[in-house]
């Protein structure tokens, strides 16, 4: 089986098992009351989409794995190599990068579930406490470094400069600690910031995931685009039933899972610093936040934005849901685009 039809089988699988979960996780969810809460600091239009079932994000957390698995045993199987040819720094420790991927968007996607469930059966508007949800991230995010660093996934091809290994010395090693931990912490919450209307975080995850599908043929790497391909098929079948008007929501169960594996891949393809272009938009809606409470701290009132993060300040401007989407994809698609030429023209450099 050849790395193109194993990545179709993995995008066809998690699409299908995704959108059909939808006749029967929505109705469960609308069984258990797991409505969403629309708290009065929002949008007062969103008022209308008050006790729309939460925790949808379940359905393209089993499509994806359920996708990955099938695709993966069936191109093993038939004789396929997950990893890649691309460096021989990194032969041997491929499949790391990849089932270590899954494993941090899980965890993450179980802390975000604990704290929807504590929000909407337990009836605690704020779920989770700001301190509680961070501890818990940066448990996963430490173990996550730390399969990589005792799998020694130490190394990043960083275009026009080349290969640099983290572990030549001391200073280098505590750089990739503390780099590394910054950018999945703050990618997990990037997305999870994104998530505020119907369709964009969905919509612009699709644009990533056809990105990292790109580069893993660009590399070679098997491992990559089969996942990458699962999570493309779970972002469409999910965007079947996400799509103004939204018939469910991800809620934090599904964009924490989607904020874990998005950095995760960022490390797949040895370059995570490439998740600026490549997520440009959930740079955006962060440092939207970022700038909005940091003005408004500085200046006793005043705000850069009418909303934020970003998405909601367009809302406010007159935007619709479907609108916003459809734009921010786009800009996503040119900081992908970008990135791609980054790693085309800085390998060959």
Known sequence: MSMTVAIIISVIIAFGVTAALGFV???WLRKLKFGQTILEIGPSWHKSKQGTPNMGGIMFIIGIFVSFIIATVAFVAMGGNLESEYSAIFNGREKILV???????????????????????LKRNEGLTPKQKTI??????????????LSHNTSWNIPFLGTVNFEKNLFTSVLFWLFSLFIVYGCTNSVNLTDGIDGLCTSVTST??????????MQNFAGLGILSGALLGGM???LCWNWNPAKTFMGDTGSLFLGGLVAALGFCIKCPILLLPIGIIYVCETLSDIIQIGYFKITHG???FKMAPIHHHFELCGWK????CVIFSLVSIVGCAIAIMLIYFGAAA
């Open 236 to 238: 469409l079948g999910f």
């Open 25 to 27: 996780i929505i109705p």
């Open 136 to 149: 818990g991230q940066l448990l996963m995010t430490f173990a996550y470094v730390l399969t990589l660093w």
């Open 208 to 217: 990533v995931a056809v990105t990292f599908i790109i580069i893993a043929f």
């Open 321 to 324: 849901e479907k609108k916003i």
């Open 302 to 304: 005043k705000r850069v």
């Open 99 to 121: 089932f270590s991927s899954l494993a941090l968007a899980l965890g993450c996607g179980i802390i975000g579930f604990t704290d929807d469930f504590i929000k909407i059966k």
